[in-house]
């Protein structure tokens, strides 16, 4: 049972991550990925039947508690049924991460698996649109520069419905788990040498300010946990000049914006700090319980000044669940990275120092993920549910988690 339901899941993660459904319409006609999850949800249903204990872990508890304040804010939200018919549907979709890989993902090669399926679903999503880039010249996307100026901008291929910044972020998901994990055999390494340059490349297509800064912030969180800092400086300053050569010039003027304000992409970027102040007044409109759950958009369009969902994670949670949203939300990431910067240790060096690897791209992600945040909405994405069932799965694999003393097998 528990090989036929990781099998079951590692098949919704392709899907999910690889829009199948848009790509074969016979999938989407049976909806497929909704089927997998309510299998997967079956399969859990008959295993509680079976078993009698329960794994307790903090970043579960927090989670269960903000989908607790969740169902209490919703009968007060100002568009419930946009909570009902978009919102929840929306944040199920991305919560199950967390609860299916502690579920699911219950042994160290099934571990291995899994993150190895994630890195290559995300490898193919920014491959794709660099492919047809390369050889059609697709685009996919323009940014205004000011003065009705535009800069073309590579988005997601077009069964992969994501903007630059999106396919910025797929980018920066894989990269910690490429340069963290390149001793861990040769086939991390082959993959690593493989896919960096291009993955790098394509990041300086999107024309994503956030991706770029992210990424900068990334290395410096990954030099400062290297022992060979150095030859990581020496590195990255090599791989910007050969990064600066390839780009044309209104990209450099888009990146140059970041810190220029003489740079034509300027205007922009000041438009995105002052979007962040709209965002905060539209959510004191309803501070304590906020306007519902997926209602941003809503709340932006009636009384902000734009119909689009908050560019910003936490005025977005502001936005939609207040305060009290808001708090438990931190709690949650309070949590994971509780886990995340303890030293890990386990009984067996062999398998401690593998899974000190997968921690520090995790470490890494969520750094970086935790500063993307400032300029991009994801209540309702996956991003925080599939790092925080990572960690959950590290605590199960190394006997961290705690256990109801009153069970006599171990279950989630």
Request: charged residues 15%; glycine residues 6%.
């Amino acid at each position: 049972m528990n090989n036929l339901s990781f099998i079951i899941y590692e098949l919704f993660l392709v899907s999910w991550f690889l829009h199948l459904t848009a790509r074969i319409p016979a999938l989407a006609a049976c909806r497929f990925d909704l089927v997998l999850v309510a299998i997967l949800f079956t399969m859990k249903i008959i295993k509680i039947g079976v078993n009698k204990h329960k794994i307790v872990i903090d970043c579960k508890n927090k989670l269960n508690n903000l989908i607790i304040a969740i169902l209490l804010i919703t009968p007060f939200s100002q568009w419930p049924g946009s909570v009902i018919y978009r919102g929840i549907p929306n944040f199920v979709k991305a919560v199950v991460f967390f609860y299916f890989t502690i579920w699911f993902v219950d042994t160290k090669k099934k571990f291995y698996i899994f993150l190895t399926t994630f890195v290559a679903c995300q490898s193919f999503r920014f491959l794709e649109p660099l492919y047809l880039h390369v050889t059609q010249g697709y685009w996919g996307s323009k940014a205004s520069m000011g003065n009705w100026e535009y800069m073309d901008r590579l988005s997601g291929a077009p069964f992969d419905v994501i903007n630059p910044n999106g396919l910025a972020f797929v980018i920066i998901t894989i990269v910690p788990f490429l340069i963290c994990n390149y001793k861990l055999n040769l086939y991390t390494r082959i993959f690593a040498i493989a896919l960096v340059p291009p993955a790098l490349y394509t990041l300086m297509l999107t024309g994503s300010r956030s991706g770029v800064v992210s990424l900068f912030f990334m290395t410096l969180y990954i030099i400062y946990k290297s022992n060979r800092k150095w030859i990581w400086i020496v590195g990255v300053v090599g791989v910007l000049y050969i990064l600066a050569a390839l780009i044309n010039e209104s990209q450099k003027d888009r990146y140059r914006s970041v810190f220029d304000p003489t740079a034509k992409n300027s205007v922009t970027a000041e438009g995105r700090i002052q979007g962040i102040t709209k965002d905060f007044k539209v959510g004191l409109r309803r501070p304590f319980f906020g306007h519902g759950l997926g209602t941003s958009l809503e709340a932006n369009a009636n009384y902000g000044s734009y119909a689009k969902p908050s560019h910003n994670l936490y005025t977005e949670i502001f936005q939609e669940l207040g305060i009290v949203g808001l708090v438990m939300f931190l709690l949650f990431l309070k949590s994971v990275f509780k886990v995340l910067l303890k030293p890990l240790s386990t009984a067996n060096d062999e398998e401690a120092k593998d899974l000190a690897l997968i921690k520090d791209a995790l470490s890494a992600l969520a750094v970086t993920t935790l500063l993307f945040s400032f300029a991009s909405y994801g209540l309702s994405s996956y991003e925080w549910y599939f790092i925080a069932g990572c960690v959950g799965t590290i605590m199960i694999l190394t006997g961290k988690a705690g256990v109801n003393p009153r069970a006599n097998q171990l279950i989630i």
